[in-house]
């Protein structure tokens, strides 16, 4: 029985510090598809992958290492490197940490010799992911599949996928078009090649499993979520701004927990017709700034630092919650001498709406 030959395939591996998973992926690749090819555009890495794939590809001819400028960094960059130093009529971008199973890329490369112009992988069990990186991975296909939609350009059930492949011709022609209009420092570059794709280019689907990393660290930040918002045009461009400076940026979170707790406490004081003078006015808005400095501060260096496990950044949470209402608390006694107990408890729930706020904007990864 003749094995069926891979020659016209090539596969993309974009890496960056993947020295524990790169060799048994190449070795997975040239046993799975003969006379594959396979091109690893490697973003830099420090941890032996370069020298790993000059090893292999000493013995296998056909695996290529893209060494690609320090200054030109990013996951969408290496695949767009990829992409163009292709020399066969289909490619497969994959990860190499085996999220992405080796064994699926047959699959892909059978829609595009039936006709696809695009094959997307489509995660259907992402149990792998934490639940942040679930959400946030929900969130950002919804919102980059409205604007596929409404700008009539051809989609996908998982625009944030990272395993797909596609005809060699027809994306380098759009990278050689629009490739100054992608998001070079991104991430997603799925996204960004179907914004460009001809509207009635065929986009197919094929379901695999999503596997946990063998090895290594996963790569997501905020850095991945400002770079989808980007990929969205100019309004995108604009909520990317806001969103660095209300979740990301530490003046940003402190200013804006500050005056969504004060306008919560005010509001309710008022709707509840309590009776305050400037006296109470000026220490709840004294207690608040100081206790509100005090909480980015500590979530900045607790909840962004050590351990991720559940457990310890609960503990953490807990810890700035309670020393954050001891800290308003001895600040609103100490600026203001009457006893105005009966008013806290309004300015409690605010200092609360505030510190949940900061709280959830500190825990999104920075990068």
Known sequence: M??????????????????GNIRSMLEALIALYPGVSI???DDNSTDGTPETVRSFSAVHPKTVLLARAPQDRGLTASIMDGIMACRTERFVVMDADFQHPPESVGGLYDLLERGADVAVGKRVNKNSLSLS????????????????????????????????????ELCQDVLVKH??????????????????????AVVEELEFEFHQRRSGHSK???????????????MGKLAA???NFLFINMLGRYISALALGLGFTFALMGTLNMAY?????TSTVLAFVLAMAYLVVANKFLLARGKRDRLIIGMKVVFTGFSGYLVALYFFYTLLSTNYAVQLWPMFL????????????????EG
């Open 220 to 234: 997501l930040s905020s850095r991945v979520v400002l770079s989808i918002l980007r990929q969205c045009g100019p």
């Open 39 to 41: 091109i690893v555009a």
């Open 350 to 365: 605010g200092f609360g709406i505030g510190y949940v706020w900061n709280t959830l904007s500190s825990a999104i990864p």
């Open 2 to 19: 003749l094995l069926r030959s891979y020659e016209d395939l090539t596969v993309i591996l974009p890496t960056y510090n993947e020295g």
């Open 179 to 200: 490739g100054h209009r992608f998001e070079r420092g991104g991430f997603k570059v799925l996204f960004d090649l179907l914004k460009f794709l001809p509207r009635d």
């Open 133 to 168: 990186r679930t959400l946030a991975s929900w969130g950002a296909n919804a919102l980059a599949k409205t604007y596929l939609f409404i700008m009539r350009r051809p989609s996908t059930e998982d625009v944030m996928s990272g395993f797909f492949g596609g005809r060699t």
């Open 277 to 281: 003078d400037d006296q109470l006015v």
């Open 241 to 243: 701004l806001a969103v």
